[in-house]
């Protein structure tokens, strides 16, 4: 069975699209697949079974990207081809069967939108494979010792941030005596490119207790990390999905996001948002490239008891 699975560009989405990938190669055994997906995602998908490319759809002009996926897909007949961007190039592959995203459910949650692409009854959960390397290398970077809370304190925009005091504070109760891992290590992740937004909260954190992966690893390397930690919280973002995927108890923080449709996915997870509702966060002209945090109604008070309850309920299933 050949498979060409084209997935989002944004690492979020992709990583959401993994459990319908994950389903496949578990019910076909014998599949080969492509993957199609955007630069920032395509690290997800190196430890694949049975992988035989990945193509990286670099953003071209006219849409030219669509152009060259074609031109590299078109001398093959595919047993399947599951279009999560439904891109009109796709209907033009030599196919037996092609599945792609409809407009309808709209107001789900986007991992069961995914499932209806190929009209699963259960929901895949999202899934990622990892290699040896980056399991070494989680090994030796979250190594054995006291628990890790892990922190996700950034985001692709700022008005999805909780601020760095919030984090703090917080990581001080969960950490401390009376806390949900007493004695604890705290695990910082995000990109390179936000190092400048987690250093506030890096440098509130005794240098031996903090474990500092900011920009640091790739994609698979921190969901090996994650994995290895005890509970996650963060911002709404691919790193929240992330470590939901890794297995780990997930706390994502919302507020000019809708938790509806991208709270994380599994028993182990949960959310908290703002005071605020959704509909009435935004303020006028708000611009999401130059808005201040738009999360400050969401308190400490609120994030621990968030925490607390789903430890609580991770404790219980257990």
């Given at each position: 069975m050949k498979l060409l699975f084209v997935t989002s560009t944004r690492v979020g989405d992709a990583i959401l699209s993994t459990g319908l990938l994950h389903k496949l190669i578990r019910d076909n055994p014998d599949v080969r697949v492509t993957i199609a997906c955007g630069p920032a995602a395509a690290q997800l998908f190196e430890a694949v079974p049975n992988l035989d490319r990945i193509i990286v759809l670099d953003k071209m002009l006219f849409s030219l990207h669509w152009l060259r996926?074609?031109?590299l897909c078109v001398g093959s007949l595919w047993?399947?081809?599951?279009?999560?961007?439904?891109?009109?190039?796709?209907?033009?592959?030599?196919?037996?069967?092609?599945?792609?995203?409809?407009?309808?459910?709209?107001?789900?949650?986007?991992?069961?939108?995914?499932?209806?692409?190929?009209?699963?009854?259960d929901v895949p959960a999202p899934h990622l494979w990892t290699n040896p390397v980056t399991d070494e290398a989680a090994r030796r970077l979250v190594s054995d010792g006291p628990p890790v809370l892990a922190i996700g304190p950034t985001a692709n925009w700022r008005a999805k941030t909780?601020?760095?005091?919030?984090?703090?504070?917080?990581?001080?109760?969960?950490?401390?005596?009376?806390?949900?891992?007493?004695?604890?290590?705290?695990a910082i992740f995000g990109r390179d490119d936000e190092r400048p937004m987690a250093l506030r909260l890096i440098d509130e954190i005794p240098g031996e207790r903090c474990i500092d992966l900011v920009g640091k690893l790739d994609l698979l390397t921190v969901y090996a990390c994650l994995a290895r930690c005890d509970f996650y919280v963060g911002n709404d973002s691919g790193l929240m999905h992330l470590a939901a995927a890794s297995g780990l108890p997930t706390l994502g923080l919302f507020g000019p996001t809708q938790e509806a449709l991208y709270a994380p996915w599994g028993e182990h997870t949960g959310i908290v948002r703002t005071k605020i509702p959704f509909e009435e966060i935004f303020p006028a002209e708000f611009d999401h490239r130059t808005s201040d945090s738009l999360m400050d109604s969401l308190t400490v008070d609120m994030a621990e008891q968030g925490v607390r309850d789903l430890w609580r309920r991770c404790q219980e299933a257990a």
């Amino acid at each position: 069975m050949k498979l060409l699975f084209v997935t989002s560009t944004r690492v979020g989405d992709a990583i959401l699209s993994t459990g319908l990938l994950h389903k496949l190669i578990r019910d076909n055994p014998d599949v080969r697949v492509t993957i199609a997906c955007g630069p920032a995602a395509a690290q997800l998908f190196e430890a694949v079974p049975n992988l035989d490319r990945i193509i990286v759809l670099d953003k071209m002009l006219f849409s030219l990207h669509w152009l060259r996926l074609w031109l590299l897909c078109v001398g093959s007949l595919w047993d399947l081809v599951v279009d999560l961007r439904n891109a009109p190039v796709t209907y033009l592959l030599l196919r037996r069967k092609r599945r792609g995203m409809t407009r309808e459910g709209g107001d789900q949650r986007r991992v069961q939108r995914l499932a209806r692409v190929l009209d699963f009854e259960d929901v895949p959960a999202p899934h990622l494979w990892t290699n040896p390397v980056t399991d070494e290398a989680a090994r030796r970077l979250v190594s054995d010792g006291p628990p890790v809370l892990a922190i996700g304190p950034t985001a692709n925009w700022r008005a999805k941030t909780w601020r760095p005091d919030h984090f703090a504070e917080l990581i001080g109760r969960l950490t401390g005596p009376g806390g949900i891992l007493p004695g604890g290590r705290v695990a910082i992740f995000g990109r390179d490119d936000e190092r400048p937004m987690a250093l506030r909260l890096i440098d509130e954190i005794p240098g031996e207790r903090c474990i500092d992966l900011v920009g640091k690893l790739d994609l698979l390397t921190v969901y090996a990390c994650l994995a290895r930690c005890d509970f996650y919280v963060g911002n709404d973002s691919g790193l929240m999905h992330l470590a939901a995927a890794s297995g780990l108890p997930t706390l994502g923080l919302f507020g000019p996001t809708q938790e509806a449709l991208y709270a994380p996915w599994g028993e182990h997870t949960g959310i908290v948002r703002t005071k605020i509702p959704f509909e009435e966060i935004f303020p006028a002209e708000f611009d999401h490239r130059t808005s201040d945090s738009l999360m400050d109604s969401l308190t400490v008070d609120m994030a621990e008891q968030g925490v607390r309850d789903l430890w609580r309920r991770c404790q219980e299933a257990a």
